[in-house]
């Protein structure tokens, strides 16, 4: 058997207008739509997903795909991601998750550091 | 009389399938390959997340797009800073920041997302987020979604370049 991952990123922008009884939300006229990408991850090998609650730094090496999410409901716990080392950090508030394929080519890996502010809740798969 | 926009934001959304293939009895060059979930993994997963974006953003260029209604008289003193042409895509051939503005140069990014249009199988999109390492990877039709943390990530930071074939993108990149 061979493994493959699916992933799909989505984003609707929006901006908010005030009126008199009350403001509402439009889809942005910058942007005009909604934008979606879905494509089959480089990833050929799906490790087991973890969970647990962050204690200390999660190192993962050899990534080709990850999937992190801050399982948390509520609260302001959030979640960091550094990938390969890049120092640029993507936060993840509760409910929020990182899907991506890392590493510079079609081809290669890279590594992926989780740290967090507070003890958020967490799940992550790497993908190899 | 168009209104300014008094808030922005951005809902956004992920989507993963794990997946592992089996084969029918007849599969000989796998032309007959099924696909299920993957048995350790169990399920699909995803999240979703607001991010509360700047009202009066950098310059037009803080999206690609534009809206199939919008006039350019109506881009306000800002139009001329439009970075891509009016298709609403970027042609990728070489190191590209994502960024045309120098006054917003150190802003911190608090949304970024990158939509590869290329389709071949050689137009992979490489993106980084320090200005110089390239250590995330776009597949052809493929796309990227992040929260910046207000601080590490600036406009600067952020340059995409091709794999190996020119490709095109659409993105938004908001502080």
């Known amino acids: 058997m061979a493994d493959r991952i699916i992933y799909k990123n989505h984003c609707v922008p929006q901006e908010k207008l005030a009126f008199a009884g009350g403001d509402r939300w439009y889809q942005d006229s910058d942007c005009g739509r909604k934008l979606t990408g879905i494509a089959e991850s ?3 090998s799906i490790n087991t ?38 120092g640029a950090l993507i936060k993840l508030l509760p409910g929020e998750s990182f899907s991506s394929d890392v590493g510079s080519t079609a081809s290669d890996s890279t590594t992926v550091a989780i740290t967090a502010s507070g003890t958020p809740d967490y799940e992550y798969i790497k993908g190899a | 009389m168009p209104s300014p926009a008094t ?10 399938s794990p997946q592992e293939s089996l084969s029918l009895e007849e599969n000989t060059s796998g032309e007959l390959t099924k696909y299920k979930i993957e048995g350790g993994a169990g399920r699909t997963y995803g999240g979703k997340g607001t991010v ?3 009202a009066d953003q950098w310059g037009e260029a803080w999206t690609s797009m534009n809206h199939p209604l919008q006039y350019w008289q109506d881009m306000g003193s800002n139009w001329e800073d439009e970075g ?62 992040l929260r ?10 952020v340059k995409v370049n091709k794999v190996t074939s020119n490709t095109t993108i659409e993105f938004i990149i908001a502080k």
Not at chain 2, 7 to 16: I, K, L, Y
């Open chain 2, 148 to 157: 910046g943390d207000g601080t590490t990530l600036q406009m600067e930071d």
């Open chain 1, 42 to 44: 480089k990833s050929t």
């Open chain 1, 49 to 86: 997903p973890v969970t647990g609650t962050f204690s200390s730094t999660i190192s993962l090496s050899s990534v080709k795909f990850v999937h992190v999410k801050n399982t948390d409901t509520s609260g302001s716990d959030y979640l960091l991601v550094n990938v390969g080392s890049m």
């Open chain 2, 52 to 54: 509360t974006t700047t």
């Open chain 2, 84 to 145: 891509v042409g009016w298709t609403g895509t970027q042609t990728i051939s070489g190191a590209t920041s994502l960024n045309v503005d120098t006054a917003s140069a150190s802003a911190p990014v608090l949304f970024l997302y990158i939509r590869n249009l290329g389709t071949a199988s050689d137009q992979s999109l490489k993106v980084s987020l320090d200005g110089t390492n390239y250590k995330v990877c776009i597949p052809p039709k493929g796309s990227l979604s």
């Open chain 2, 7 to 16: 808030a922005r934001r951005v809902v956004f959304s992920t989507h993963v």
